[in-house]
């Protein structure tokens, strides 16, 4: 029992057929195109954001000496048996 339905574009190993070849061949072109234009976007905004975070500079901000301890609060729960 075959696990995958079977295909007329396969062959019993799951090959491309000589058939679906030829029905990808009129969108290779295209699609390689799109998918060089997502690619390069993405890269694109990839490079934009490294650029922008890497101008930053924190002269500005303030950095404390020594972490300020929090004030601990008294016990309110109460436990008097």
Not at 36 to 47: E, P, R, T
Not at 58 to 76: L, M, S
């Amino acid at each position: 029992m075959p696990f995958l339905p079977r295909s007329s574009y396969y062959d019993k190993n799951y090959r491309q057929s000589p058939a679906l070849i030829r029905a990808r061949q009129p969108y290779l072109i295209k699609n390689a195109l799109t998918g060089i234009a997502i690619f390069g976007f993405a890269i694109s905004v990839y490079a934009f954001t490294i650029k922008a975070v890497s101008q930053d500079e924190f002269e500005d901000v303030k950095v404390p000496d020594k972490p300020i301890q929090p004030t601990r609060a008294p016990n309110t729960t109460a436990n008097q048996a």
